[in-house]
């Protein structure tokens, strides 16, 4: 003999032995030998599926042989005939389209496939089988009915349900044995988690006459499969199952034990669930990863932002400090050249030096105050909101101005927040000057605190002028955005420094009034160490 007729003998014999070893501890219900067909037509090469299908037949002859004058002749023949043969066919027209491996790793939606093909097939070729049935005088012969149907079907779906997965969870198709068998945490939780449990539903039905409290014990025995899903995945699940469909098994009393029936339906149901989200948990825990290095890449993003406006503020306060002894050297400069040459410039000459000199002065001053308020380094925030350059631009305006502090909190904010929130007010008042002319300005400002994160709200209501001036802007419009040193580009600019600080803008106007509502939330980094260096005294809110 050849070696690959050798090869070929070994499988039937093998296959035949196994084949023979299931169908020994399986029932109607709990048919283990599908699992075993199922199992081998998804690894075993084709060319020894011919093999395999012998092997089956030889251990089937020797059964129905056996069952000859209880049965009938046509029982016999039919039950000698491989169900391998009818499940192959199927399954290989599956595998052309539903490949079982995906990536590395067994596809379970694929897998569930091929197990509902197997128990399908294999409970019709059952009751197929089943009507051949010759009785002896005097017997009647079993009635084909749906409720056999369905036994058969959740019999050979729960066998396959039983073994499939549990193979497929240490032997990988292209990687051949998997590390799960010698992991000391998946051995751990099967003997803390699993087999205590099932253990104490076998002792249950061993020891105790309380029926109902056996039946709750069967139809618990999928709880340990969702607690190993949750720690392993599908392998997990498809461990726990096959332990949890012998631990049902080892309860039956009597054939087909309706309240043994509904605990494996509801064992079944359970896995099947437990094996699909089992699947998904690693592809959830990506996405979950994925989302948080999205997210942290986010809020990094929001990070370098705002260190970005707080770098440009301190650079910004510098030029301001550089402008401010600028003019101040020039002053002393330009005092000491006006006392040397004064006795010889006529009187006109010197008054009209003195006025260039104190226009060129207020300048310096009025450009300093644009690049950061004088007021904001001498006396802090809230000096600042109060009489500092919005309240001289609405007075430019001719629109009375008033500012309200409330909450609390408000000092606490890290420093860029506080010149972000006062950029903002410019902002929002060159804005609404933009739209009309207003009579009055009234600026609220609240803190407070939410979830541990500190937060500021600007409120600035205007008194709109009448009808006719509506439409146009102040006047005054072009000398405000460059005494308050704003764009004036609109709301838009508003919105988006807004939301760097994680904030939100409403605006919102009536017949009235005009109105914006901005909310800022503390910076996502505070940097006490330099709050110092941009602020001299904080607000006293």
Known sequence: MTHR???????????????????????????????????CLLLVPYRFWP?????????????????????????????????????APPIAFARRFLPLVRSGEPHVAAMLVYILIGGTVNALVNTATLSTVHMPPGETAPAITMHIVLTYFLGSYLGALTLVPAILAFWRPDAGWSRLAINRAFLRDCAIGVVPPLLLLVLLEIYSDNAELVEIGRMAAFLPAAWMTLRHGWRGAAIAGLLASFAVELTVTANRDPAVIQAQALVA????????????????????RSDMRSAGESLRGFQLAQQG???????????????DRLGESMLVGQKRMMDRLGPQLSSNIDHAYTRHLDLTQREM?????????????????VATFEDGPLAQAAAMAGAEYRCEFSGAGLSLLAPDVH???????????????????????????????????????????????????RGRPAPEWRQLVSLLGTNGQGIATVRERALIYGGLVHEHEDENRLGVTLLLHDALRIEAAEAGLLYARPAST
């Open 365 to 381: 001053k009025r450009l300093a105050d644009a690049l950061h308020p004088r007021s904001w380094r001498e006396r802090g925030l």
């Open 309 to 323: 406006l707080y770098q440009e503020e301190l650079r910004l306060r510098h030029v301001a400090d550089s402008l």
């Open 419 to 469: 010149m972000m929130l006062y950029r903002q007010a410019c902002e929002v008042l060159v804005y609404l000057l933009a739209r009309e002319p207003v009579r009055s300005v009234r600026m609220q400002i609240r803190g407070g605190c939410t979830h541990g994160r500190r937060w500021v709200v600007l409120r600035m209501t205007a008194s709109r002028a009448t009808a006719s001036q």
């Open 5 to 39: 007729g050798l090869q070929h003998l070994w499988v039937a014999g093998i296959y035949g032995a196994c084949y023979e070893l299931m169908r020994e501890i399986s029932v109607a219900n709990w048919n283990l030998p599908t699992g075993l067909r199922v199992l």
């Open 269 to 288: 149901f359970a896995v099947s669930s437990l094996l699909m989200l089992g699947s998904r948990l690693p592809h959830a825990v990506k996405e979950v």
């Open 51 to 87: 093999a395999m299908a012998v092997g089956e037949g030889i251990a089937l002859i020797h059964h129905g042989w056996a069952h000859l004058d209880e049965f009938g002749w046509l029982w016999t023949a039919t039950i000698m005939v491989p169900p391998l043969l009818a499940i």
